[in-house]
């Protein structure tokens, strides 16, 4: 009988040596200081554990939870997990359920994580040119106008004029027009970052590996993106997670010691251990 049951003593988060799908949960984690093993499988050793149906639905990225628990597959679902966690995911449904659709944008944007992660020669630059020209084109005013209506919705409660610009308050952060539930432990405040805003960073963050004048003419989008890279958690994730280089011939991450790591390295498996790769056990 197949098991997706492994014991762990703490939450463990099975990926392959990418910045792509699981990105956005590893920052809401780091945000909110909660610890996690970070392992990365490639090439035959995936195969390996694949064949043995440690994963649910024969990919990554999983999450094992700790004890004899389950394996939690896709990224959605790990991020919502990594969210609850964290304590950004709202309490209300109204608000909750605008973060969602915001996130769900995000992952409409996914196609720059094997751009940036595994595309290479002329397979890279068609790609690259479609998501510029076509995917892009048409979500950043999305984002810029959702940004303006976050806005507008932080005005007083008796009327007025909102005390914010755009881009000064996050995506599901104002009024909702429902009441709001009061709060409980692991829920995200009104005026706090969610999964949301976590999931649209990711996603702009790796596009500007290529365009890093991505966001010129979108003010809001600059000025939250500045926010959100002002958070001293984030801020110091983003700093000591290895760089992602050779994009669009060979694509890998590169600690800063100088371990570089790509599907093609030998090894198979390693852990991230605060931005460093590791072979150990």
């Known amino acids: 009988m197949v098991s997706t049951s492994v014991a762990v003593a703490r939450p463990r988060l099975v990926y392959l040596p990418f910045r792509a799908m699981a990105e956005t949960s590893r920052m809401m984690l780091a945000h909110s200081g909660i610890e996690y093993d970070d392992e990365a499988i490639w090439g035959?050793?995936?195969?390996?554990?694949?064949?043995?149906?440690?994963?649910?639905?024969?990919?990554t990225p999983v999450l094992q939870l700790a004890g004899a628990g389950r394996t939690v597959a896709q990224s959605g679902a790990i991020a919502r997990?990594?969210?609850?966690?964290a304590g950004c995911y709202p309490t209300s449904p109204a608000r909750a359920a605008l973060a969602d659709s915001v996130y769900e944008l995000g992952q409409e944007l996914c196609t720059i994580n094997p751009l940036v992660n595994c595309y290479t020669g002329r397979h890279f630059e068609r790609i690259r040119h479609h998501y510029f020209s076509d995917v892009m084109p048409q979500a950043l005013p999305q984002l810029e106008r959702e940004l303006e209506r976050a806005a507008a919705a932080g005005a007083p409660a008796g009327g007025g004029v909102s005390p914010?610009?755009?881009?000064?308050?996050?995506?599901?952060?104002?009024?909702?027009?429902?009441?709001?539930?009061?709060?409980?432990?692991?829920?995200?405040?009104?005026?706090?970052?969610?999964?949301?805003?976590?999931?649209i960073?990711?996603?702009l963050d790796n596009a500007q590996l290529l365009e890093p004048d991505l966001l010129h003419g979108y003010p809001a989008l600059l000025r939250w993106q500045e926010r959100m890279r002002a958070l001293p958690r984030l801020q110091l994730f983003l700093e000591n997670r290895p760089v992602l280089n050779g994009i669009g011939e060979d694509p890998g991450l590169e600690d800063r010691q100088g371990v570089r790591v790509t599907q093609r390295s030998p090894e198979g498996q390693a852990w991230l251990r605060d931005g460093l790769w590791c072979f150990d056990d």
């Open 81 to 85: 997990w990594s969210a609850r966690r």
């Open 44 to 59: 035959a050793e995936f195969q390996r554990r694949k064949a043995t149906g440690e994963f649910p639905w024969g990919k």
């Open 201 to 203: 960073f990711h996603h």
């Open 164 to 199: 914010f610009r755009p881009g000064e308050v996050n995506f599901a952060s104002g009024s909702v027009g429902e009441e709001e539930v009061g709060p409980r432990e692991g829920a995200a405040a009104a005026d706090e970052p969610t999964l949301a805003d976590f999931n």
